[in-house]
């Protein structure tokens, strides 16, 4: 299967940047699409950004994050990165990278699963 591992948060003040960075690992080929969620106390989990790992697909933000948070991926790195600009106290969460694939057998003996994996997660801080 594949495996995720976040790395970049920290404490930051409003109005400052920090890029945040997922590494995938295993059966990388498998892999669909890759995103960023995030979960403050007291909320839930919303998606903030995901984006395809083929061209047929397209990337999506979350409304409150458009025009200040950048998606990007390193296919060669298996990483996907979050670029976050002109932060808010309100973007204050646990970030939660997500990989979602499917694994296909090669030959019938195997039976092609899907996946949805998620990592440990990195805390962002913005306050003043």
């Known amino acids: 299967q594949v495996d995720v591992v976040e790395s970049g948060g920290g404490l930051v003040q409003p109005g400052g940047s920090l890029r945040l960075s997922c590494v995938a690992s295993g059966r990388t080929a498998s892999l669909s699409s890759m995103g960023w969620y995030r979960q403050a106390p007291g909320k839930q989990r919303e998606a903030v950004a995901t984006?395809?790992?083929?061209?047929?697909?397209?990337?999506n933000y979350a409304d409150s994050v458009k025009g200040r948070f950048t998606i990007s991926r390193d296919s060669a790195k298996n990483t996907v990165y979050l670029q976050m600009n002109n932060l808010k106290p309100e973007d204050t969460a646990l970030y939660y990278c997500?990989?979602?694939?499917?694994?296909?057998?090669?030959?019938?003996?195997?039976?092609?699963?899907?996946?949805?994996?998620w990592g440990q997660g990195t805390q962002v801080t913005v306050s003043a």
């Open positions: 997500n990989a979602v694939g499917t694994v296909y057998g090669s030959g019938a003996a195997v039976i092609p699963y899907d996946y949805n994996t």
């Open positions: 984006i395809p790992t083929t061209s047929t697909g397209s990337i």
